[in-house]
Nanobody
Framework: QVQLLESGGGSVQAGGSLRLSCRASANARRPYYMAWFRQAPGKEREGIQAINTPGGRVYCSDSVKGRFIISRNNAENTLDLQIDRLKPEDTAMYYC???????????????????WGQGTQVTVST
């Protein structure tokens, strides 16, 4: 089973940027879709963006569109999330995920995630 390890979280002021990274374990199966999710305190986990092996993106959340961009390096088995113009409401635990393969699987749904990373905290202050 693939293991995912996130890094890059931290505390920043509103308007700042962060780049989150996720590395899959060596020789891990490369799922067709990988995705980033986040969970704020007291809220449900939500999909942010997903990306497939050829690089096609799925935008799960309108609230981050234009500020967040997902990217993937298949050769290195890594997944990144560039976050710009951060807002206090972006404060959450951010999770990297591998999505189970299958025709018609929605990569934005937590229920379709096969493996979760341990999460990395992003805190945005005013």
């Amino acid at each position: 089973q693939v293991q995912l390890l996130e890094s890059g979280g931290g505390s920043v002021q509103a308007g700042g940027s962060l780049r989150l990274s996720c590395r899959a374990s060596a020789n891990a199966r490369r799922p067709y879709y990988m995705a980033w999710f986040r969970q704020a305190p007291g809220k449900e986990r939500e999909g942010i963006q997903a990306i497939n092996t050829p690089g096609g993106r799925v935008y799960c959340s309108d609230s981050v569109k234009g500020r967040f961009i997902i990217s993937r390096n298949n050769a290195e088995n890594t997944l990144d999330l560039q976050i710009d113009r951060l807002k206090p409401e972006d404060t959450a635990m951010y999770y990297c995920a591998s999505v189970r393969d299958g025709q018609g699987v929605d990569p934005c749904l937590p229920s379709n995630v096969e493996t979760w990373g341990q999460g990395t905290q992003v805190t945005v202050s005013t």
